[in-house]
């Protein structure tokens, strides 16, 4: 058989016993096997390609359905339309509404300036108010409808942007809405409490 030096050209004919033992080359003095040329070489086995994570397959049942108008974490937050489009819808949020109204209340004071100024402040804090909900500006017109101008005034006071669209109130709004209904069941009992205390005087 033949041994051949992998590290030099040199190569010469041993006896069979050498087969898969190792040698000193002569000419170069590295290492090597000398190798049985006889037996055929093992075919390489390409190592088997990494799995990718499996993708669990939702079932029809188990998708869960994302609302392109989820509400926002804050009234500030931008929201996102059907087409993926990020926007804000300007107007009014919660906190300059709150604070136009307590200055309009002390602006009323005013006589006939006072006025004015409370009629038109009321137009433009109601149509900022209803761009920023999402509602046409024509929306605003419900605060003249009887009992319903009541949920009407809840949306301006406590929903945040895009409540139109989204239709779920946030962590603020939530808290909000809590306080203005305790307020009004606070001033309904007070003033049952009140005729029911005349009554009982007369």
């Known amino acids: 058989m033949i041994a051949a030096c992998p590290h030099c050209a040199w190569s010469d004919e041993v006896e069979d016993s050498f087969a898969n033992q190792a040698a000193e080359c002569p000419s170069c003095e590295n290492d090597f096997v000398i190798l049985d040329q006889t037996q055929a070489p093992e075919p390489l086995q390409a190592p088997e390609p990494l799995q990718a994570p499996q993708e669990v397959a939702a079932s029809d049942d188990a998708q869960v359905s ?81 009992f319903y101008n009541i949920l009407v005034s809840f949306r301006f006071a406590c ?3 895009g409540y139109a669209d989204h239709k779920t109130l946030d962590k603020t709004g939530k808290i909000l809405l ?20 005349v009554g009982a005087h007369r």
Not at 90 to 113: H, K, T
Not at 178 to 197: E, K, Y
């Open 178 to 197: 809590a306080v203005l209904i305790t307020l009004m069941v606070l001033m309904i009992g007070g003033i049952a409490l009140a005729i029911t205390m």
């Open 159 to 161: 929903c945040p942007e």
């Open 66 to 146: 994302v609302n392109p108008y989820a509400v926002p974490s804050t009234s500030e937050t931008l929201s996102e339309n059907p087409d993926e489009e990020f926007y804000g819808y300007g107007g009014m949020s919660r906190g300059p509404y709150w604070g136009w109204n307590f200055g309009l209340n002390f602006v009323s004071l005013i006589p006939i300036l006072g006025f004015i100024a409370l009629i038109a402040g009321s137009v433009y804090i109601v149509r900022e108010r209803c761009r920023n909900l999402g509602y046409s500006l024509w929306y605003g017109w419900a605060l003249f409808i009887p």
